[in-house]
């Protein structure tokens, strides 16, 4: 079974940085994208960054270019999202989710499993 786990979020202030983590087990993750999403209180899920697991190639919203960095770690079976110069807008829940590979990557119905999401408040 397909497990996913987010961590790493918390409260910091505007111009602060956060690293989140994403856990993944059960299964071989080689063949799959995997990408960061965040939803905001009364707004839809919107997409953050992807990473295809065996090129590593990225893809990032253009809200969050420049800012966040999108890595994973083959041995550990983790993804991670290096968060930096953080704005208010960016508060909301974050998600970790794997789609297989071939998408673009870039919508919620692209992905198959998806974690639990972990909290991230930046305040101004």
């Known amino acids: 079974q397909v497990q996913l786990v987010e961590s790493g979020g918390g409260l910091v202030q505007a111009g602060g940085s956060l690293r989140l983590s994403c856990a993944a087990s059960?299964?071989?993750?080689?063949?799959?994208?995997m990408g960061w999403f965040r939803q905001a209180p009364g707004k839809d899920r919107e997409f953050v960054a992807r990473i295809s697991w065996n090129l590593g190639y990225t893809y990032y919203a253009d809200s969050v270019k420049g800012r966040f960095t999108i890595s994973r770690d083959n041995a550990k079976n983790t993804v991670y999202l290096e968060m930096n110069s953080l704005k208010p807008d960016d508060t909301g829940v974050y998600y970790c989710?794997?789609?297989?590979?071939?998408?673009?990557?870039?919508?919620?119905?692209?992905?198959?499993?998806w974690g639990q999401g972990t909290q991230v408040t930046v305040s101004s």
């Open positions: 059960g299964r071989t993750f080689s063949t799959y994208v």
């Open positions: 989710a794997a789609g297989r590979l071939g998408v673009a990557g870039t919508t919620v119905t692209e992905y198959n499993y």
